[in-house]
C-alpha cells in the first residue's frame, strides 16, 4: 500500500517500510510557487463588472451540470 505524506511516499514491502523520496521535489515546489506567483501579480483576478460599473458576484447555488 502506499500512502502520500507531503512529498514522500512511504511503501510498505512485507513488513519494510522504505522512504522514497523525489529527488527533485525541491525544484518541483519551488517551480510551482512561482506559476502561482506570476499569475496572481500579472493577471487580474476578479468578478465580471456588470453594465453599471458594479462585480457581478456568483451566487453560490449548486446547479445540475456536466459534473454533478
Known amino acids: ?3 502520500s505524506k507531503g512529498s514522500s511516499v512511504v511503501i510498505e514491502v512485507h513488513r519494510l517500510q522504505i522512504d ?8 518541483a515546489e519551488s517551480s510551482l510557487f512561482m506559476v502561482v506567483a506570476s499569475v496572481l501579480h500579472t493577471l487580474n483576478i476578479s468578478p ?3 453594465a453599471n460599473g458594479e462585480y457581478i458576484l456568483p451566487s453560490g447555488k449548486m446547479e445540475t ?4
Not at 65 to 68: H, V
Open 1 to 3: 500500500a502506499a500512502v
Open 48 to 50: 465580471p463588472l456588470g
Open 20 to 27: 522514497s523520496i523525489c529527488p527533485g521535489r525541491h525544484f
Open 65 to 68: 451540470g456536466l459534473l454533478s
